[in-house]
């Protein structure tokens, strides 16, 4: 049966490179569902399957006077199926991964957004926790902290005592911590210092 079949499609070949028209309807009657079945199987989509069985059908009939069968039609036909079922897959594996990587970029921004939004919402408290110090202790801070002068050096521009100064410094830590918490406040001391 199987020969039959092989000399029935060489001579059907022969009919479509002459653009025989029964000849092409013969051969897509009878490969049509075996193809799409062949094609289901592999990808498990209706429609995809339908649509690579007409393409092959297409490219058939498109190329039929350069068409060359080096082994059975059958064989041709089922190559030719599994070309696009396997360029179908490889396109998905790529979508899939293109996929990945835009959610992963994604899911950083958004993790650096939310960390630049915490950072800013953090300095904002701690500048307003600063300011709402008494006048001379935040002066003494800020010139400890930020200008980095020594508690001589502050003691001498305000003219007041070093112990004096280290009072403020120790009374202004204090307030700190208990209206920041210890968290916050060892990220003051990281940023200040």
């Known amino acids: 049966?199987?020969?039959?079949?092989?000399?029935?499609?060489?001579?059907?070949?022969?009919l479509l490179k002459e653009g025989n028209e029964k000849a092409f309807a013969e051969i897509f009657n009878h490969y049509q569902a075996l193809l799409?079945?062949?094609a289901y199987k592999r990808i498990r989509d209706?429609?995809?399957?339908?649509?690579?069985?007409?393409?092959?059908?297409?490219?058939?009939?498109?190329?039929?006077?350069?068409?060359q069968i080096k082994t059975n039609l059958r064989?041709?036909?089922?190559?030719?199926?599994?070309?696009?079922?396997?360029?179908?897959?490889?396109?998905?594996?790529?979508r899939e991964e293109y996929?990945?990587?835009?959610?992963?970029?994604?899911?950083e921004c958004t993790q650096q957004a939310d960390y630049h939004i915490r950072e800013a919402d953090m300095e904002k408290?701690?500048?307003?926790?600063?300011?709402?110090?008494?006048?001379?202790?935040?002066?003494?801070?800020?010139?400890?902290?930020k200008e980095y002068l020594s508690n001589k050096e502050i003691a001498f521009k305000l003219g007041i005592s070093e112990q004096t100064v280290e009072t403020h410094m120790k009374r202004a830590?204090?307030?700190?911590?208990?209206?920041?918490g210890v968290g916050v406040f060892l990220v003051v001391l990281f940023l200040l210092s």
Do not use: G, H, T
């Open 36 to 38: 799409f079945d062949f």
């Open 173 to 180: 830590l204090r307030v700190l911590r208990m209206r920041l």
């Open 75 to 94: 064989s041709y036909l089922y190559r030719c199926v599994l070309n696009s079922v396997l360029n179908i897959l490889n396109r998905q594996v790529i």
């Open 99 to 107: 996929v990945y990587s835009l959610q992963q970029m994604i899911n």
């Open 125 to 145: 408290l701690i500048k307003a926790e600063i300011a709402a110090l008494p006048p001379k202790m935040r002066e003494v801070f800020e010139m400890r902290k």
């Open 46 to 67: 209706k429609d995809e399957a339908k649509d690579i069985v007409q393409e092959i059908f297409v490219r058939l009939w498109n190329n039929r006077a350069e068409l």
């Open 1 to 14: 049966m199987l020969a039959n079949q092989n000399i029935l499609d060489q001579e059907l070949c022969a």
